[in-house]
């Protein structure tokens, strides 16, 4: 294993702890119990947003703490759920009055924790309600999930969330538009490389140096298939087709394409995986009304990439495009 | 090889071209000659900025076209600087009538080839000022390089001269910005692993599992020393030895910490380098007063990073400060 750290089992506490050093405008990091909140504190009479899950996918979830976006987020062991404890923490600090959406991905651990959290956070006064990501289309019911997983879909709930709670909309208004974005987002992904869990220190599988997997999940959890590596735009055919025929997409509408890598796969490589998502969709007659390219939801150092579109209409729109001002996105204050 | 990419000879045209797709408010491409330039045009009146170099380095350089930043970017094949031609014509494109200026990292084909465009721009009656940067202290005269190589620095470099162009200064003073930047500049790095040119198909340096490089250029070239693989906080301190001592920097120096992801490193990695690099600046009385953190001059999927250092006056911290937007900076428009 190699990697830029220094005891594995203080790989998260050190690099949340760098985290808050480089960005001190922004978040402010409370040590025990872990979590990220705004360097401002919770907006008096807006809705707070907290989300978190097992760490090892940094960006997500501190890097979307900030204006416009997360109120907060609760960073757990790698690829492990946080306790209730630090979620009830991060939820209390982010009630400005308004209430608190708790944003979770789909994985038992996750899903049964925030559940304990907001039954806390409720007993302290602090009305919670939870939405659950489940974008991925690649597999039903998984290594750790009932169901969907949540995968890189997530960074759109949460822009556009955060964004309606920015504007002041209720936690009912707030929890509603999450739950549409969800609805009308759809990811797959594929991995050439498996990550290593630093405390495991090694591979979480092990793929042959000509295959990949297609439909991986963003802790290496099982796909569709193996197969063997082929050229970029035949993978992403293999990628996009499940994804439009599950919503489904259709002719005429509008999406937000998102590449996001998977931590050790760079730009070069993720802008030849757009060019050719683009052309398929064009194709289809889907405009491309937004797009994002980048290594937003990560898993640790994996090669790969996954896809995620999202249906927009005018409102998803507004508030994709609105202000935000985080580590990992920030655009237009 | 495992990549995604198609044809390894269409790496770079399918890449760009996919950027120009994602990004098409911010840059247009122009397909032959390959040059990537602001949606928007020229800005008249006001100094063009365009920079450039081999591929492999994404977002370096085209991420870095847009408002506040460069003019346009002439990308080459994989580590392999462009020819003349289509600096010329990114040149002539970024000419509002002020000038334009080139900032060339120092290889002998970037600084040979952006010299005879420089000349060939003249004769068509644009006036460019040329800005060598030579900012990694590893090792003096390289593989491709007579002189310090130009690494991470380019982006502060960068981004400080399109602020001045912005602001509406000269060309000579645009000039003077970008060169005081670099002087103030240090950077250097480690590899943990070696990235593969894709038309080579095999690595371009083999690093035994417990091995590591220190000072590794951002070609693979051949670095200061290789030791065994240590704790993060042990290569920070090899890394921000040789870059303190250069300068040097002084207790009371206002700084700007930049931790500079290879491409195949995630950010979980990267803020537990920078939680020490900060660490050690503050025991030195060295103020962090700006950080950056994320793959923004990489390697291909080299694994490894580098630290860079710029000692801010509070004109580079303006200029640091002011908006920009562009598809891999973007903030405060």
């Known amino acids: 294993m190699k990697k830029l750290i220094n005891d594995p089992k203080n790989v998260v506490d050190e690099s949340v702890a760098g985290f808050g050093l480089a960005h001190p405008d922004i978040v402010t990091v409370s040590a025990d119990p872990l979590f990220v909140a705004r360097a401002q504190g919770a907006s008096q009479g807006k809705v707070g947003i907290v989300s978190g899950g097992g760490s090892g996918h940094e960006p997500l979830h501190a890097g979307f703490v900030g204006f416009g976006m997360l109120s907060a987020a609760v960073p757990g062991p790698v690829f492990t759920s946080p306790t209730p404890d630090p979620i009830v923490a991060a939820t209390l600090a982010s009630d400005g009055g308004a209430g608190v959406l708790h944003i979770v991905k789909n994985y038992t651990g996750d899903v049964l924790n925030f559940e304990t959290a907001a039954d806390l956070a409720d007993a302290e006064g602090v009305r919670v309600v939870s939405v659950i990501v489940d974008d991925d289309v690649a597999v039903k019911d998984s290594l750790y999930t009932a169901g969907r997983r949540g995968v890189a879909g997530t960074v759109v709930v949460e822009k556009v969330a955060g964004?309606?709670?920015?504007?002041?909309?209720?936690?009912?208004?707030?929890?509603?538009?999450?739950?549409?974005?969800?609805?009308?987002?759809?990811?797959m992904g594929v991995a050439l490389t498996s990550g290593t869990v630093p405390h495991a220190g090694e591979p979480s599988f092990v793929l042959p140096e000509d295959e990949i997997e297609i439909g991986i999940g963003i802790h290496g959890e099982p796909g569709r298939e193996r197969i063997k590596l082929e050229p970029a735009d035949g993978i992403v055919d293999r990628l996009l087709a499940p994804i439009l025929e599950d919503l489904p997409f259709a002719s005429g509408d509008k999406v937000l394409l998102f590449v996001n890598g998977m931590g050790g796969t760079p730009l070069v490589e993720q802008y030849i995986v757009y060019r050719h998502a683009a052309e398929v969709l064009a194709e289809k007659g889907i405009e491309v009304a937004r797009s994002l390219v980048g290594s937003f939801v990560t898993s640790l150092e994996m090669q790969g990439v996954s896809l995620t579109v999202t249906r927009l209409d005018d409102e998803l729109t507004e508030l994709w495009d609105a202000p935000v001002e985080t580590a990992a996105l920030r655009w237009g204050r």
């Open 163 to 187: 964004a309606a709670a920015e504007r002041g909309d209720d936690l009912d208004a707030v929890a509603a538009i999450a739950t549409r974005a969800n609805a009308n987002t759809r990811s």
